[in-house]
């Protein structure tokens, strides 16, 4: 038999109002009648509908993951890995995941879902510099959560210590002997960028040394000069082209393999960020590894606690590994 509100009600001599309340925990009934439902409803192993369950406790059930609209298809390992620790975590609380496009260039579909209660939290996955997506969120009347440190005290966020692993990563190159790297990285409008780029340079410092600034280059992922400065770099004595994500050191190895420049005997080759998009690559590729879907469920946990009333805290987590390859042998 399938159990509804309307039959639960009936069946106790009780208003469909009252079995709402006693279920939700909210309204005004006695503690008698809210125990005489809880125990039928455990009874006959009675699980609320996902309308019930909103109409009783006033929520929807959904978080909004809020994705770039603009992700090359390179970017998506992080993203998919990102959003499974999303949905995974999500399950355990009975939620549903809406995934939102949304950036810089446009924040239409997000303003729907938020407007129209669609949502009940969100989940920012990128955070850009002077975003529009975290300027909505801080002046509507939802929570939040961005992926990734906005450098703005009253936004909330969890992230990966990626400053501390990419000085970690060079310190480690250095005490192989390496110590003349040009660094490739992606847009200054990411925020993650100028964390890569401070742990690049403070691992140089950390040895006593400094970072070449000639051989630094951002904005690299849709450039059309990456033959031409990896050509440079190698001109200028660079030992090592460095990285700062899976997609743009995937770009470089198939660069240089089209120039029939070697790796690791002509360059060697490293990445800040590691992923599927690299374990074929050949050779294997030296890296940093952080749990991204550890990620994800982090920042879906703390959003239900804030939805359960507690405060959020912002976090970053610590743990990567350095994954030394065949690429910088």
Not at 54 to 77: C, F, H, I, K, Q
Request: charged share 25%; net charge negative; aromatic share 6%.
């Amino acid at each position: 038999m399938s159990h509804t509100l309307d039959s639960i009600a009936k069946e106790l001599g009780l208003s469909k109002t009252t079995v709402s309340r006693a279920i939700s925990g909210k309204g005004r009934i006695s503690e008698e009648t809210r125990k005489k439902v809880n125990e039928y409803i455990k009874e006959i192993n009675y699980r609320p509908s996902a309308v019930a369950r909103s109409l009783a406790s006033n929520r929807t059930y959904n978080v909004g993951l809020v994705v770039p609209a603009d992700s090359a298809l390179g970017e998506m390992p992080y993203f998919q890995t990102l959003m499974t620790g999303v949905c995974d975590r999500a399950m355990e609380f009975e939620y549903d995941v809406l995934i939102i496009l949304a950036d810089n260039d446009g924040i239409a579909a997000l303003r729907h879902a938020v407007s129209n209660r669609k949502i009940d939290a969100v989940i920012v996955s990128r955070c850009e510099r002077d975003s529009k997506v975290i300027n909505f969120l801080k002046e509507s009347d939802i929570p939040y959560i961005v992926v990734g440190n906005p450098m703005d005290e009253g936004v909330p966020y969890v992230d990966h210590d990626n400053e501390g692993a990419a000085s970690r990563m060079i310190e480690t190159l250095i005490d192989a002997g390496i110590t003349r790297m040009a660094l490739i990285g992606g847009g200054e409008n990411i925020n993650v960028t100028h964390s890569r780029l401070e742990g690049f340079k403070k691992g140089f410092i950390n040895k006593g040394l400094k970072a070449d600034e000639s051989l630094i280059f951002l904005n690299m992922h849709k450039s059309a000069r990456m033959d031409s400065v990896l050509k440079e770099s190698i001109a200028e004595g660079a030992e090592c082209i460095v990285c700062m994500d899976d997609m743009l050191c995937n770009s470089v190895l198939n660069c240089l393999h089209n120039d029939g420049i070697s790796v690791p005997e002509d360059i060697k080759l490293c990445s800040f960020y590691d992923s599927n998009l690299l374990s074929t690559s050949k050779p294997s590729i030296t890296s940093l590894y952080f749990d991204a879907k550890k990620l994800g469920g982090q920042c879906l946990e703390i959003l239900m606690r804030n939805l359960d009333g507690e405060s959020i805290t912002s976090q970053t987590l610590t743990d990567f590994n350095i994954q030394m390859r065949d690429s910088t042998l």
